[in-house]
T-cell receptor, first 111, second 116 residues
Framework: GEDVEQSLFLSVREGDSSVINCTYT??????LYWYKQEPGAGLQLLTY?????DMKQDQRLTVLLNKKDKHLSLRIADTQTGDSAIYFC???????????FGSGTRLQVQP | ETGVTQTPRHLVMGMTNKKSLKCEQH?????MYWYKQSAKKPLELMFV???????ENNSVPSRFSPECPNSSHLFLHLHTLQPEDSALYLC???????????????FGSGTQLSVL
């Protein structure tokens, strides 16, 4: 199976909360990341969490980490149309020289 | 503006053509990467360069040939590609290598490649 798995699509209404989920395989990952890709652009780091934490909050963003289940989630509160993008989960697998990314979740925010 | 510039933004080529993708980073980073982004697939790492030396080739076919003449520039030379090679090719850079300890990747906007 894939190293990092995400669902492909999520649609929410403006003002609602969005929750994007990710599962990963490498329990020795030190950091886990969320990157955002807006249309016509490359990926930009959105937030990250250290593997010994279970939660991190950054303004409208909340990252939850369940290390036992190897499950990572990104919650966006009060989702805006400008949040419409593809969100990638990534891990820094031991022994690899680069981040391992998922397939990305396309978030569509409806007015 | 991420400090990583890729050209061209779009490229259409036939299967017998030879073309090159260019990436330039203005961040003073020591490592550069090529990733391939295809619809509904995980982002695929292709090559990693650290201080101009190739340190990872992720089982990429030889029709893709990378070149890193200095730490600011990275090329991907393409020849005799197949239609399934059509994808968005993303260049990235990072300060250090290997990418551990909360290193950030900075991405370019990519080259959208179509192989006919």
């Amino acid at each position: 199976g894939e190293d990092v798995e995400q669902s492909l699509f999520l649609s929410v209404r403006e003002g609602d909360s969005s929750v994007i989920n990710c599962t990963y395989t490498d329990s020795s990952s030190t950091y886990l990341y969320w990157y955002k890709q807006e249309p016509g652009a490359g990926l930009q780091l959105l937030t990250y969490i250290f593997s010994n934490m279970d939660m991190k909050q950054d303004q409208r963003l909340t990252v939850l980490l369940n290390k036992k289940d190897k499950h990572l989630s990104l919650r966006i509160a009060d989702t805006q149309t400008g949040d419409s993008a593809i969100y990638f989960c990534a891990e820094d697998e031991a022994g690899r020289r680069a981040l391992t990314f998922g397939s990305g979740t396309r978030l569509q925010v409806q007015p | 503006e991420t400090g990583v510039t890729q050209t061209p933004r779009h490229l259409v080529m036939g299967m017998t053509n030879k073309k090159s993708l260019k990436c330039e980073q203005h961040l003073g980073h020591n490592a550069m990467y090529w990733y391939k982004q295809s619809a509904k697939k995980p982002l695929e790492l292709m090559f990693v360069y650290s201080l101009e030396e190739r340190v990872e080739n992720n089982s990429v076919p030889s029709r893709f040939s990378p070149e890193c003449p200095n730490s600011s520039h990275l090329f991907l030379h393409l020849h005799t590609l197949q239609p399934e090679d059509s994808a968005l090719y993303l260049c990235a850079s990072s300060q250090g290598q290997p990418i551990r300890n909360n290193e950030k990747l900075f991405f370019g906007s990519g080259t959208q490649l179509s192989v006919l």
